[in-house]
């Protein structure tokens, strides 16, 4: 099969071609059709230090073609949309293999590189809101505070907040990020490059916000988070702190800090990791109803080192809204 990899410990992208694996247990081997590209690629990419062929890639749609012996949930043909699992070869390949319990059927509405552009942020979102800062519907009415809000996660996350019937505060800086961001179901937007206590003081917010989302940076806006959350309200960030920080605030409001790191029951298996199944079954029956809208913004093809070499380079500089997916291969 084709695959675009990284040889021991380099960071170029090569094209190859390699066996194709065999599912076993709970796999499902799945044919790629298209590939959704994030920062936490670009990061392993840097971060490839190992003596064995890598594959990036955690963010897919594709064709069920095989399956292992202990596999219920799904059939051969069925399309799925799954964001993967770090401790395996990734995406960019052909053919990869997927646990069933990762996975979901591709919503029915959403095309392809629609579908591909989702998972990854949809579950790290979902995680973020209802796992780690405890979101229900007793707190509908609530406020929450969403930094960086035209990014993959900040799309979807103001998409899913929203449902769940909070007040969105967002971040954005540009007019086309500031607008981006109302289209998905911000109430509010507001400046990450300036002091978010004052422009959240000015809409009315004197006492803060219940709920922070931090999806940029997490050091840059510590003392800022610390201020604008509510005594007793919560903070999650999916960006880790490059250096230590002050918690005496947080301990003065009896506020919560978390982190979401949506490989986290994958990686470490779990016992409740099928979680991910029924996240990606309920979001595409969200999808399915018009409730939830792909974030995908822009599409490259095909899928081949260069490409892929491409997709890095947007992403790196910082400017990419929404997500971004890489489709079919030649």
Not at 6 to 23: C, T
Not at 65 to 70: E, L, R, S, Y
Not at 249 to 277: C, G, N, P, V, W
Not at 293 to 304: A, D, F, G, M, R
Request: charged share 25%; aromatic share 6%; with cysteine.
């Amino acid at each position: 099969m084709k695959i675009v990899g990284l040889e021991k410990s380099s960071s170029d992208f090569i094209d190859m071609e390699i066996a194709q694996p065999v599912p076993e247990k709970h796999d499902l081997l799945v044919k790629i059709t298209a590939i959704s590209i994030n920062p936490v690629d670009t990061k392993m990419r840097v971060a490839n230090n190992t003596d064995n062929l890598k594959i990036l890639g955690w963010d897919a749609v594709g064709e069920v073609v095989d399956i292992g012996a202990n596999v219920t949930l799904f059939e051969r043909g069925q399309e799925v949309y799954f964001a993967g699992d770090v401790t395996r070869p990734g995406t960019y390949a052909e053919f990869t293999l997927i646990d069933e319990r990762l996975a979901g059927i591709k919503p029915n509405t959403l095309k392809q590189e629609e579908a591909a552009a989702m998972p990854l942020t949809t579950i790290t979102a979902w995680e973020a809101l209802f796992d780690r800062l405890e979101i229900t519907t007793k707190d509908k009415g609530k406020t929450i505070l969403i930094i960086n809000g035209a990014g993959g996660v900040g799309s979807i996350a103001t998409q899913l907040a929203a449902n769940a019937g909070l007040n969105v505060i967002a971040t954005a800086s540009r007019t086309e990020t500031i607008n981006w961001t109302k289209r998905f179901g911000a109430n509010d937007v507001i400046n990450h490059r300036e002091n978010l206590t004052k422009q959240l003081k000015e809409l009315g917010f004197i006492q803060g916000v219940d709920f922070i989302l931090c999806l940029h940076n997490t050091n840059a806006h510590w003392d800022d988070m610390q201020e604008a959350i509510r005594p007793q309200g919560k903070i999650c960030s999916i960006v880790e702190l490059a250096e230590p920080v002050k918690m005496s605030l947080l301990k003065d409001k009896s506020a919560t800090f978390s982190y979401e790191f949506m490989f986290t029951r994958s990686k470490y298996d779990t016992e409740d990791k099928i979680k991910q199944h029924e996240i990606l079954t309920n979001a595409a029956q969200l999808f399915d109803k018009g409730i939830l809208k792909s974030t995908l913004n822009k599409v490259l093809s095909p899928i081949n080192a260069a490409t892929i070499e491409e997709a890095h380079e947007i992403i790196l500089s910082g400017q990419m809204i929404g997500k971004l997916v890489v489709k079919g291969f030649e």
